[in-house]
């Protein structure tokens, strides 16, 4: 079939597949730079989680 833009839909979806992985990449470097910038270490990071979701199943 194809889309609403006349393009086949094979090349739409690789589109948007290739997109979304763009974008996947771009803010996982980014928010790793972030973490290196603030020196949070992925210890600091998992702890964080941990006590987050214990707080919410007690809530």
Known sequence: GATG??????AASAFAILV??????????????S????GVSLEQLSRGVQQFNSSQSQG
Do not use: C, D, T
């Not at 973490?35 to 603030?38: A, G, R």
């Open 5 to 10: 833009y006349g393009e086949p839909e094979s």
């Open 35 to 38: 973490f290196l910038y603030e």
């Open 20 to 33: 979304h992985a763009v974008n996947l990449v771009v803010y996982a470097i980014v928010g790793v730079v």
